[in-house]
DNA sequence: CGCTAGCTTGACACAGGTCAAAGGCTGTGG
DNA sequence: CCACAGCCTTTGACCTGTGTCAAGCTAGCG
């Protein structure tokens, strides 16, 4: 197996795409196939770079292989918010189907590696009416609903961060959404997990300013309930955070 | 005909309903019927209502034909935010599919008339392969999908006002936005519309306090941007209001 | 005709924003 | 190997948008 991107093997680097969606709903042999295919043909982007512009249609499914990213909206005057935060595994915008002209765009937080679906290799089972839309073509589309369903319930929860939470009640569920994406695709354990983003970042996510967010994290760090020096955190106590913030994790629905 | 709630005939019942979907993608004449026959079954509700509770799995799409209801979560300490309000033609909850364990409820704002679809009447094309999950077996897939679409726009709107607008521009963004949706389903003329809500739900759903809602609404008029009374609302500076909330109208996916 | 739900207003408190400056780091070039 | 540049973090002083409390007011409704 030839050494690819820093010398991983096509099955190492999509090990958070697998994971991601596998966790979703168990994936067929088949279906892991085609997502260890995804390792084959990738492309890096520095941070920074524009994953998705504005108007631009989302046709195929994209997926980060590693690095940050995050959708986001700039005001005419220069305010920036974040609408999520994306980590390896997740897919970059939405493949719901065709008319998906977000007005949101994607930008890497930090050295990016994508790969793209190609799109119909199944054409087998695409004889299908093409009342599915395009997103059945490459044969995930329960994956790709259970992804969507889950990333809803996000977004819930972010609203609610910004409507009715303070900054220290916010910092804390972010943390903990954070924790429990990292861990199901393996990058997190217990309590502590690596999160590449600045200050600046988490104040455009959090809706505060980043002075805010430095003196919100001084103050959980002051509180015994993180540890954070660059970009290790360790959540001393998960429980207490847990209350604070009124986390609720999400639900994977079960099984097949 | 025979005379219903109201006295209205089916198809006038049904009319929000009809204008929306069909503004999303043109409904076909069958089509067309099997939205009016959801003037045949229908059930109302107070407000207050609890429509869809926490966890209630969404089978059938389920579309308020008339009266106004909200998507809401409540935290454990009795603060409350909604998610998106909902108006006559729109659909309570979501109907991607199978997983939609929403972690939202929904509760009816003021009186309310309900009608959902009858499962699969549409036998003959439900024939096909079940990977479409049960949103196709109804034969609106693709109006379901722009509609999810739409709607995943307007949360992302909802984001940026809780995150990074000042009370002032959230207001009148807020007044742009039911505007735009209500003249979607004929429920408003250039300027003027009625809206039902209390200062306590607009306060909940703009992230604000009761009392700052009612100071913006006030500052709103001194500045000569709206009139307002009861219900009853006219934007007397339109083009100077989409400047202030940076307002861009949701962009429907034109044709077929 | 009194009650209640909703609206309005004032006085005051505080979370969070703004401004400004000083420290780290880290990478790069001399 | 040092020095500088740039980015990020940290801190203090001060300001302001928004929340809280409390009290009237209004109007629809039983």
Redesign the interface.
């Known amino acids: 197996m030839p050494a690819r991107e820093n010398g991983m093997s096509p099955a190492a680097m999509t090990g958070a795409v697998f994971r991601r969606l596998d966790a979703l709903k168990p994936l067929s042999p088949g279906q892991a196939k085609r997502i260890e295919a995804l390792g084959e043909r990738f492309e890096a982007a520095p941070p920074g770079a524009t994953l998705q512009g504005d108007g631009d249609a989302l046709v195929r499914p994209t997926f980060i292989l590693s690095g940050w990213a995050c959708r986001q909206?700039l005001?005419?005057d220069g305010?920036?918010?974040i609408?999520s935060i994306l980590i390896p595994g997740d897919a970059v915008g939405?493949c719901?189907?065709?008319?998906?002209?977000?007005?949101?765009s994607a930008v890497a937080l930090t050295k990016i590696v994508l790969a793209t679906f190609e799109a119909p290799s199944y054409s087998p089972?695409s004889s299908?009416?093409l009342?599915?839309?395009p997103s059945?073509s490459w044969g995930f589309?329960?994956h790709i609903?259970?992804s969507?369903?889950l990333e809803?319930?996000l977004?819930?929860?972010?609203?609610?961060r910004?409507?009715?939470?303070t900054a220290y009640e916010r910092t804390a569920h972010l943390l903990l959404e954070l924790h429990w994406r990292l861990a199901l695709i393996g990058q997190a354990d217990e309590r502590r997990f690596t999160m590449p983003l600045t200050q600046e970042v988490l104040a455009d996510f959090?809706?505060l300013s980043i002075v805010h967010v430095n003196r919100t994290l001084q103050q959980l760090r002051r509180d015994r309930m993180i540890e954070l020096s660059g970009s290790h955190v360790v959540m001393l106590d998960v429980p207490q955070l847990t209350v604070i913030a009124?986390y609720?994790p999400p639900?994977l629905?079960p099984g097949t």
Do not use: K
């Not at 719901?96 to 949101?104: D, F, H, I, K, Q």
């Not at 910004?162 to 939470?165: A, H, I, K, N, Y």
């Open positions: 909206r005001l005419p305010r920036r918010q609408f939405f719901l189907g065709p008319s998906p002209v977000s007005s949101a089972s299908a009416p009342s599915n839309g059945d589309a329960e609903r259970r969507a369903s809803e319930g977004l819930l929860d972010h609203i609610v910004l409507g009715r939470q959090l809706g009124d609720q639900v629905t």
